[in-house]
């Protein structure tokens, strides 16, 4: 039996990146907040973005500019008053983070060359289909620094208390305690990974903020945290869950044995970055054959162009070519970047730069209103964890962040001002968790051999391109793996690791779903055998956990 307690929290907030951490600090002006995070708090996808955050700065850029780079990127999926509210709170967002002492790069730290009074106005990177250079960074750090600002002001709030090394199992909803009235989320249940023991987090609103699942991919740009946890539960709850066959594929980690796909930032093709393919002695660009906007063409595009390439040619690497800049701009620019590469003995300056595609942003996820509020009541979901109809079938570059930005704002402001927090059911009523029957695991080989299998055949079946053929495989496959889980989950003693596995095999089961149910190839999904239907509006793929008439833990 698995040892429980219990805690009552105003705001119960699931994941610490930058959704989680600036939902958690508007929060704590309305009662108390609790933050769960599964590992170290800052170990969350925002950490290791490098981009930046995408926002209307500049006098001659324009939200009407923004709004249509994003819709066409989204390939005919993106819900438009989505796209446009979002771009346009974007700015005051954006004071918030300065507010809260975010700095972003100026000019003066970077150019080369200044025009008179330039020194302080901020740097604006560009990235794969934007029109203009509107994304905000810090240096090619910015995920770091918003972490490090944000969570230090979370650890100083005494209205805040942050549950480090804790994983959410899942969240308690009504459907679990009585079947009667509308859906509403009651909290959740928590495991503490030293000590093992399982809380049952009871609160009035509960905010996801989960982030992704790259980890459902083989090669991933993500950290290994990035398990689909959010999804997986909102799902078991009964929440409604969208597009899930839209996963992006970043066109450009980096080739090493060593680098476990570090990310070579967007915008270093932002700064001219040409990507090369070697023909004989020479390398040569290639992506003016598929895209008028080349090296800069939306995500998908390029990421396709490069599987292609690279199958065409058994090749086993496409090339950045960044030579064009001085060493001494881009260690100004990429401080990061360029360091990490010289481990790897490349020098951006005179070295071309090996780079393959891996699996890097979740597109689709829980379904989401303009106020981040999901199908069951009193739950939320924003950030990567959410789809909000912003990214549609495939997202423009650092809108990610931005997303995250306001809708963690507005998710607290119509908690605070519109929802009724008041649980349908008493504290008491609220069952601990239950282990029953369940005894220690002698079989550990279970869980490493499936997690490896899925993410195996994820990336063979499931990848860039897909076929009917090999999506029918990757079905068969993951039912059989899920039925084992899932007799293995309810007769051992849980474990993070086995909780993990069963939200990554229930995302990966999710992301086929998805992807067979859609008859035409669009955006991030492109299925071989069907066509791309040009210029035409897409509809959402809608995913609903059948209702059954049981009773949870019985
Ligand atoms: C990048 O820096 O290329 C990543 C930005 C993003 O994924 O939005």
Redesign the pocket.
Known sequence: MQASERAFTNYLVIGSGLAGLAAALKAASHGAVTIVTKRQAAECNTQY????IACVIRDDDSFESHVRDTLEAGAGLCHPDIVRSIVSDGPARIQDLLDWGIHFTRRGEVAERLEAGEAESFDLGR?GGHSERRILHSGDITGNELVRVLLERCRANPRITILENHLAIDLISTRHVQWQGENCCLGAYVIDRDSRRIKTLVSGCTILAAGGAGKVYLYTSNPDVATGDGVAMAYRAYAEISNMEFFQF?P?CLYHPNAKSF?I???VRGEGGVLKIRRGRDYVPFMEDYHEMGSLAPRDIVARAIDNELKRTGQPCVYLDVRHHSETFLRRRFPNIFEKCLEFGINMASDLTPVVPAA??CCGGVRSDTNGATTVRNLYAIGEVACTGLHGAN?L?????LEALVMAHRAVAHAARDADQNLPVSHEQVPDWSSGDAVDSDEQIVISHNWDEIRRFMWDYVGIVRTNKRLQRAKNRIRMIRKEIETYYWDFIITPDLIELRNLASVAEMIIDCALGRQESRGLHYNADLPTPVGARGKDTHLRRPAKAVIWHE
């Open positions: 973005a490098q981009g930046g990235e970043h450009t990310l930032s967007e915008a890097h942003y997202r570059a650092s809108n990610s962040l």
